[in-house]
């Protein structure tokens, strides 16, 4: 139980197009969802808190026009990169509550690496 | 402000012997502790946790130990194996938290 899975796993685009990965839990309910973002090396940084039907609460520094995500619904949160500029290539973990149950442990997503050229 | 700190970037221990990571926090309002495991282009997966409320919870070959006092947790893999070889996350959360913080990791490195 608990899977959560991303969409697509990598991709590459040229620089000024936008891009959207899908983070989905496959076998729960998920009121919340978390987006991350590592960097080599470097520990998960939280960029926003996709919450079902309602707005993302984005974290200090973090562009809402600029990582537009949607939370339509319990099984599905999407994050879309737009005019995706290389300084945004990173590798983009998402993860997810499950509804009633310990509601302080998250499940990941095999994360998308994303590279802008 | 890291809030949660691994303080060795990387461990390197034999098979079948004990694999100790640390992790210390500077937050007194954390009150529930996890620990992730991380293969390189993948997402962390949860492997244990632990609620203030107790200083020891184990699972299989993995314990971890928590000292409140001393805002400490230990992971403890034993007997630990290859397979194990991967970067451990340590995160905390308080009650009235919604996000996890985590810590930078500690790359785990088991030798056959």
């Known amino acids: 139980g608990a899977v959560v899975s991303q969409h697509p796993s990598w991709v590459i685009c040229k620089s000024g197009t936008s891009v959207k990965i899908e983070c989905r839990s496959l076998?729960?309910?998920?009121?919340?969802m978390f987006w991350y973002r590592q960097f080599p090396k470097q520990s998960l940084m939280l960029m926003a808190t996709?919450?079902?039907?309602?707005?993302?609460?984005?974290e200090q520094g973090v562009e809402k026009d600029k990582f537009l995500i949607n939370h339509a619904s319990l099984t599905l949160s999407t994050l879309t990169v737009t005019s995706a500029h290389p300084e945004d290539s990173s590798f983009y973990i998402c993860?997810?509550?499950?509804?009633?149950?310990?509601?302080?442990?998250?499940?990941f997503g095999p994360g998308t690496r994303l590279l802008v050229l | 402000d890291q809030q949660v700190k691994q303080n060795s970037p990387s461990l390197s221990v034999q098979e079948g012997r004990i694999s100790i990571l640390n992790c210390d926090y500077t937050n007194s309002m954390f009150d529930y502790f996890l620990w992730y495991k991380k293969y390189p282009a993948e997402g962390p997966t949860f492997l244990i946790s632990i609620s203030s409320i107790k200083d020891k919870n184990e699972d299989g070959r993995f314990t971890v130990f928590l000292n409140k006092s001393a805002k400490h947790l230990s992971l403890h893999i034993v007997p630990s194996q290859p397979g194990d070889s991967a970067v451990y996350f340590c995160?905390?959360?308080?009650?009235?938290?919604?996000?996890?913080?985590f810590g930078k990791g500690t790359s785990l490195l088991v030798t056959p």
């Open positions: 996709s919450n079902e039907g309602s707005k993302a609460t984005y």
């Open positions: 993860s997810a509550r499950e509804l009633g149950l310990d509601l302080r442990t998250q499940y």
């Open positions: 995160a905390a959360i308080s009650n009235s938290g919604y996000a996890l913080n």
């Open positions: 076998d729960f309910q998920a009121t919340t």
